[in-house]
């Protein structure tokens, strides 16, 4: 795969199941200023700190000085050349570059991050050369920072510059209230001290941010390049990877490459590798991480991801971990929406977040119970059905901003000033799209966590009268949906009833929330004739090549491209931009009013997977999407590792490699 000077636009990532990572464009030139080579969780997966931003390197031959990196610098100046001797690059198994010089030397660089361990392997490897190799060195100069992933750097008095030299291990540490940068080469390091100034982070720029940063340079790393393989070894502090590596940094990181190696060759597909890179640690269990690079995990992200990144892929220990964590924050009903960076109290403004929660602790707990596996331990069991009882009890009774269970069975929601729903764009005050009222896709969330909230109670006691009353409610609450949720003009759903909690009145804007009362959960509360016709307006609106829009063209407020400072695409965020996580539910509810046959399945694989396969080479290599203009060309924007993304394009992928039959019922037999 040949890679362009420019080619600045598709983005690689390497994680490390600890809330860190590197990442950086397929040019090496950082556009972003969460492009960086050592960034790590101080408390995973949040309180994320980058300590090395990158690095310049350069070639010393018999022929003269030859760069083999660019940095880009205001206003627009890219220096030195390096990005332009790039000949070949690939993300398998790893970011992989092949450089080439004028006078015909050719180099390997590779970075790797291995999974559950802190730290960055870059190894260099001579190819070819027409000079003694003997002669070949190179020169390798870090870019350093020790600041906040969110922030930017700039030139100060208060860095700390002095190293630690023992042998092959240099550290720095830079702030006090940031780790150690260790750093292990088979290299001579000689400390020369510098600022560089002014770099320019372009996709900063175009987002409206800050877009400038300085970074400090302790000196410089010298390899004999001609003798063997130049190993650079980074980590935060004396980890155990720094330490491993005291006896023979090169034959260390080889071992740690090759087991890296092997773990990446035993997933069996391209998404399922890349469906682990957002499984990371959260205090004595795990969570995950809803994007790179700028997410950490939210409440909603993680169950709608889990059921594809977990269940679909046959990782129930993890899902199972990840469920049991969140057990331990259950408030008045209600799960945190997200944990803030910087340690402030969770938030819990998420309607739904809690029911995808009951959602994905069913499909958990029926997977389990279908595979060959030993079921769940009692005391896990005990733990997941006590908070599903917590959620759906509390949403009974009542809980924070109006969230309740009417008379008629459908659960209200939302009061001013806040914003609940996926849809949460807030801009200053204003909420963009507040939903006050009764949102479709939370009612079919609702009515299926009812549902299986009253399965497990029944599971643990068949007579139970708590069980008896949900049933009851989910039942009045589906027979009050076909009455108030039908929109005969236009042929679909409404999107919100009782607007405002105005008895009666309602939404009709056409947004993809009602594909979820037909595909993408256990039980559609909409068949026949009318499924047809909401499948059929939602695919002729609503479809592009990356999923759905959040709005159809037409509608007042809509808007064609995502872009400009954070206020005007906060705007737009749900008002046409194009959300590739509904594919899951979108592809689901297609084949259940087309048939599931195989030409049926053929067809949907061909119009609806196919271009999302295509993205995973034009952003985020290997991944998709956070979202997208909703018009061609569709330019994928947000965060270009988006876990929800890929989550429901591997549950798409697994149900039509079952030959189209329901994703939930797939998932019983991972």
Known sequence: MTAPFRDDVREWLEADGLGGFASGTVNGIRTRRYHSLLLTATTPPTGRVVLVNGFDAWLDTPAGRVALSSQRYAPDVVHPDGASRIE????????????????????????????GEPGVVVRWRLLETPHPRGSIRLVVRPLLSGRDYHATHHENGALHGEPRVAGTLVTWHLYDDVPVIGSRANAVYQHRPDWYRQFLYTAERDRGLDDREDLWSPGELTFALGDGDAVWLLAPGRTGA???????????????????RARRAAFPSRLARAADAYVVARGGGQTIVAGYPWFTDWGRDTFIALRGLCLATGRLDVAR?????????????????RFPDGGPAPEYNAVDASLWFVIAVGELVDAVAASRRAGLEAVDRDRLRAAVTAIVEGHVRGTRYGIRADADGLLACGEPGVQLTWMDAKVGDWVVTPRIGKPVEVQAL??????????????????????????????????????????????????????????????????????????????????GSR??????????????????RSLAPGEPGYAPRYAGPPQVRDAVYHQGTVWPWFVGAFVEAWLRVHGSDPD??????????APLHAHLDEAGIGHVSEIADAEAPFTPRGCPFQAWSVGELVRAERMLASGGRSISATLTRA
């Open 88 to 115: 070949a690059f690939t993300a398998d198994p790893w970011p992989t570059w092949e450089l080439g010089t004028p006078d015909g030397t050719r180099v390997q660089q590779e970075i790797v991050v291995s999974r």
């Open 242 to 260: 720094i330490a491993a590596a005291e006896t023979g940094v090169v034959a260390a990181t080889a071992a740690r490459l090759e087991t890296e």
């Open 446 to 527: 609702w009515l299926e966590a009812l549902a299986v909230a009253a399965r497990l109670e029944r599971a643990a006691d068949a007579a139970s009268p708590r069980a008896t009353v949900w049933l009851d409610l989910a039942a009045r609450g589906r027979a009050r949906f076909a009455e108030v949720f039908w929109n005969e003009s236009a042929g679909c759903l409404y999107d919100v009833v009782d607007v405002d909690h105005e008895p009666g009145r309602r939404d009709d804007a056409i947004r993809p929330n009602q594909i979820l009362a037909v595909g993408g959960l256990g039980q559609p509360l909409v068949t």
């Open 531 to 548: 499924a047809r016709s909401i499948v059929d307006v939602v695919e002729s609106r609503l479809w592009t090549p990356l999923g759905l």
């Open 600 to 609: 049926a399945v053929a067809i949907a694989r061909t119009r609806f997977l």
């Open 321 to 337: 971990s990840i469920l049991l964590e969140w057990t331990g924050v259950v408030s008045e009903g209600m799960l945190p929406n």
